[in-house]
């Protein structure tokens, strides 16, 4: 389906769906959902990641004015644990879809697959250098997270979260080695696994 989408003739009411946060050891993996308004246009959507972050905060701060709907959602750590990671996106990328105040004609997904929904959807590889829609979904969805994971440094001080947010960086995995997991670490990837097992021993042999 998707190879077939001519992007510069996309119809009204097209939501973009993206995710951030898949790869990190910690945190929730969060995603969002955005219908833009063609009557208001935003200049300089990109890929998330190919954006200054003082680029992204101003871009956020103009897609939740403009957009004529959007939907910030999120997959929490027990459900990633439970779930596994892609299973825990698509849970997520469906709650953002269904917590849109405008329905959707259709939903473009960034990737290579859909999660179920309740509306007509279709993967777009790469869509969030492609559709200006999944782009602003990008953007809402790494400006909530990074600004989320900064807080949590406060709250866990020694592992760089507000510099990595969460990602498997050397620092990071020194610092869950040396301290151990968190509550917001997921059990469920191996360095994290490897890290509650270590405490686990070491607690063992002082009782």
Same mark, same amino acid.
């Given at each position: 389906?998707?190879? +077939?989408?001519?992007?510069?003739?996309?119809?009204?009411?097209? *939501?973009?769906?993206?995710?951030?946060?898949?790869?990190?050891?910690?945190?929730?993996?969060?995603? #969002?959902?955005?219908?833009?308004? /063609?009557?208001?246009?935003?200049?300089?959507? $990109?890929?998330?990641?190919?954006?200054?972050?003082?680029?992204?905060?101003?871009?956020?701060?103009?897609?939740?004015?403009?957009?004529? %709907?959007?939907?910030?959602?999120?997959?929490?750590? #027990?459900?990633?644990?439970?779930? $596994?990671?892609? @299973?825990?996106?698509? &849970?997520?990328?469906?709650?953002?879809?269904?917590?849109?105040?405008?329905?959707?004609?259709?939903?473009?997904?960034?990737? $290579?697959?859909? /999660?179920?929904? %309740?509306? =007509?959807?279709?993967?777009?590889?790469? +869509?969030?250098?492609?559709? =200006?829609?999944? !782009? !602003?979904? %990008?953007?809402?969805?790494?400006?909530?997270?990074?600004?989320?994971?900064? *807080?949590?440094?406060? &709250?866990? /001080? +020694?592992?760089?979260?507000? *510099? @990595?947010?969460?990602? =498997?960086?050397?620092?990071?995995?020194?610092?869950? *080695?040396?301290?151990?997991?968190? =509550?917001? @670490?997921?059990?469920?990837? #191996?360095?994290?696994?490897?890290?509650?097992?270590?405490? %686990?021993?070491?607690?063992?042999?002082?009782?």
């Amino acid at each position: 389906m998707q190879m +077939g989408l001519d992007f510069t003739l996309v119809e009204e009411l097209v *939501a973009g769906v993206d995710e951030v946060g898949r790869g990190p050891l910690c945190g929730d993996v969060v995603t #969002a959902a955005v219908i833009l308004d /063609p009557q208001r246009p935003i200049l300089g959507l $990109n890929d998330s990641k190919k954006l200054t972050q003082a680029k992204r905060e101003a871009l956020f701060d103009e897609i939740c004015e403009k957009a004529l %709907s959007f939907c910030i959602a999120r997959a929490e750590v #027990a459900e990633i644990d439970r779930l $596994n990671i892609l @299973h825990a996106t698509m &849970l997520a990328m469906q709650r953002a879809v269904e917590g849109l105040h405008v329905t959707p004609r259709l939903a473009l997904i960034d990737g $290579n697959r859909c /999660p179920t929904l %309740s509306v =007509p959807a279709a993967p777009v590889v790469q +869509g969030d250098s492609k559709v =200006p829609a999944i !782009a !602003a979904a %990008s953007i809402l969805a790494k400006v909530t997270r990074d600004r989320e994971m900064s *807080a949590l440094e406060a &709250l866990y /001080p +020694g592992y760089g979260i507000g *510099a @990595h947010k969460g990602y =498997p960086t050397p620092v990071h995995l020194e610092a869950l *080695a040396r301290l151990g997991p968190t =509550p917001i @670490h997921r059990r469920s990837f #191996a360095p994290v696994r490897v890290a509650y097992e270590r405490r %686990s021993s070491a607690l063992a042999t002082l009782l």
